[in-house]
């Protein structure tokens, strides 16, 4: 079975809406870093020769929050996983779980869909076969998200 | 044909990310404050007896983005109806449209689930007949998302 | 007497913390927002030849918090003017008043300043004749900041 | 010689702006969460009887950019200490440096006014002998700030 990638990702105080809890906006804010840490174990350093340069933006998003979030000093744990592979994108699916619980508690489950991009050229790009490979062994399980089922 | 709510939101310079592209995530805060002008004008100005009163939350997030969007002063437009009514949620659809625009380019679609809430009990509620008689004269089409055609 | 320009800047609902009151840190984001707007009737629409071409940024922001600010559709008003012309850098002051409000009550006052820059080569420079002439018939008094008087 | 507090506190790839460097706004979002970990380590947790709950609110804030920073996973180091005590207020210094670098080279330099605040009362209050004790122990030099040199 796919192993899936965690990424311990810190909240900011300021993550907290008027209602005293993290702000349905900031959860994709947390998936922003939680996929620089991701991709990096993936594809490597950013910088080199990475997926990252050549070129992915989020095409789509979808998200649905299970439990509410409190701001705390100790991080949130993101887990990453390819759930689908195609030609010129992929999705990647995440948990947000609390290490410091006991018992598997889902926050959170989401799906972005990263289309390969050509920054330079400004046009969508085909993936390339070296990162296909890297994420056809990253590729598990579609996310478990309730509207679909 | 029930007529959607337009609301003209404007941007911030800090909107933009590193990319000089609207960040992906800033499109779910710009759907935020469409909101809040769009339920004041379905259900009246917050703080008066609304639905926003009663409680509501965000439950799940859908968007596809279309087309990037540079900064500018002027705003932009949002339109939004409701696209499935039931008995303890509903779905928002929303367009992004740049009003300067001649067309009618969409930049972005977007869902969300709002799911009616008890915040003093903190806990689920089911949808008042008054709500859900405001809520029925705003249903129209579910939101043309690309994934789901 | 030199007038100050006005702004209308709009708040967000996401501008407010876990408190309930605009949070310390957004007003800055409030002023970045009245400066793109008072430097553009200054110099002129981003993008032809202005002083923002030209190339400032911010070195030094001094902000005192007067009266507390909650979210409301209405926007804001900043009035911004030059406090301070120096060779290779200006201050810029700030006063922000709620325009529907009766009185002159200021919820904020600041200070930014702002550094000519040369962002292709990465270094300091000194203001142009032409940003000084333009500085210099917007020259009024200092800020009337607490801490200094 | 009294001893900082140091907290280290993570970037987000979303601090970056259109240029490609942390924002300037967003050095007061580091600060607040420093302020956070060394409120914590100077009065206990948050949610025991500590300041925060006596009740403080940031009245100013001064601060100066003197290197700029680019988006990096490992965190930058917020130094911090109490620089000057008064009877219903005290200055809180800051200093941001980068824990992976050698020499000692300062990013940014900061202070906040903090005033004791009553939130259920809704207004100013002095400082309880309790917290003045703490302060006290916290007090060091003032803020190397360039401007007022």
Redesign the interface.
Known sequence: MTERTSALI?L???D?????HV???QY??LL??AR??GF?DWFGPHGSESLLEGGV?????????LRPLV?R?APVQIDMWVSRLGGASFDVGYELRDPAEMGDAVYMRAET?MSAYD?AGERPRRLRDSEREVLRSRLAEPVAL??RR
């Open positions: 810190p900011r105080w300021s907290m809406d008027a209602y005293g702000n349905n906006v994709l804010r922003e870093d620089i840490a990096e933006i989020v095409a789509r998003t979808e998200v649905e929050y701001y000093r869909t920054f309730r509207r």
